[in-house]
């Protein structure tokens, strides 16, 4: 098993914390902005960026010969459904609970993997799979019984966690030779522009200047989200022990839930750390699975 360096632990901190933090700061960004345009530019902010760390890294941006359309079709639920959906799931919810259901993302990656490639499932995946459908009915049936509720929110957060999760499924099994970097600036281009003409049609009327604050929200998701925080969750992925990678990802929705009430001031009430608990321990059983299961 790969052995965590101090970099590696470094790195894997800061993703944790920024990805955490991220959800109050994408709820300031879109309480008077157009959320489609708000994610299209904080997209084109990250996109310098990655060029420029792809250009120091000297990784080639060369797409291989007739893997374009495959690229394409990873971006698709890798970028595309997940950016789009949840950001409108973040301009109807709380922060915190958007955070809550975007990290049902394994559990979705688990039954894709078994619906799709056959994979068998283990006990506990299936009490995971139950946890995670448990909570997200909690807060779906919460937000139908407030008057102020957005069900339709809780929809589009499960939409966009499907969409990531079936993306995480298709990317382990891609065979596209590229460097990390380099794939994963072709797959934000790509969502870039389907964004921004998705934006253009359906939120031009609504466009004005970004207030200072949603300012500070585009810069941050552009440099920190986009052009830092995606690039290094893929390359850790991809390099370390499966364990490490999952408990970041698990501490990723509690910070958003508790950044959320500390920032804005978002009270989450108890069906909020009822689902929390619920999903935190459906991602434990399909994440930290022992290693004796996973080859089962």
């Known amino acids: 098993m790969t052995t965590l360096t101090r970099k590696d632990w470094i790195l894997l901190i800061l993703l944790t914390l920024f990805w955490g933090i991220n959800w109050p700061i994408m709820k300031i960004g879109v309480q008077d902005f157009p959320p489609l345009s708000f994610r299209t530019l904080s997209m084109l902010g990250g996109l310098p960026t990655i060029w420029l760390a792809a250009r120091l890294q000297g990784a080639?941006?060369?797409?291989?010969?007739?893997r374009a359309r495959d690229l394409?079709?990873?971006?698709?639920?890798?970028?595309?459904?997940?950016?789009?959906?949840m950001i409108l799931a973040v301009k109807l919810l709380a922060s915190g609970?958007?955070?809550?259901?975007?990290?049902?993302?394994?559990?979705?990656?688990?039954?894709?993997?078994l619906a799709f490639f056959g994979e068998r499932l283990v006990?506990?995946?299936w009490?995971?799979?139950?946890?995670?459908?448990?909570?997200a009915l909690l807060l779906l049936s919460s937000e139908f019984s407030t008057l102020a509720g957005n069900p339709l929110g809780t929809v589009f957060a499960l939409v966009a966690a499907a969409g990531w999760g079936y993306g995480t499924v298709v990317m382990k099994r891609s065979s596209i030779n590229m460097p990390t970097i380099s794939l994963t600036f072709w797959m934000l281009a790509l969502t870039t522009l389907v964004m921004a003409i998705a934006a253009t049609l359906l939120e031009s009327a609504a466009w004005q200047w970004p207030t200072p604050a949603a300012w500070a929200a585009i810069v941050y998701n552009a440099l920190l989200i986009f052009g830092f925080a995606h690039v290094v969750w893929f390359k850790l992925a991809r390099t370390l022990p499966p364990v490490a990678s999952s408990l970041s990802v698990m501490m990723i929705p509690v910070l958003g839930v508790f950044s959320g009430a500390w920032f804005l001031g978002e009270t989450p009430h108890w069906q909020d750390y009822a689902a929390m608990g619920l999903i935190l321990v459906a991602m434990s059983t399909v994440l930290l699975k022992p290693k004796d299961a996973a080859h089962k």
């Open 72 to 85: 394409a079709w990873l971006a698709v639920p890798n970028m595309l459904i997940w950016h789009s959906f």
């Open 123 to 125: 006990r506990s995946a």
């Open 60 to 66: 080639s941006l060369a797409i291989p010969a007739g």
């Open 127 to 135: 009490l995971g799979v139950a946890c995670a459908f448990a909570g």
């Open 97 to 113: 609970r958007a955070a809550i259901l975007g990290y049902t993302m394994p559990v979705w990656a688990t039954l894709f993997a």
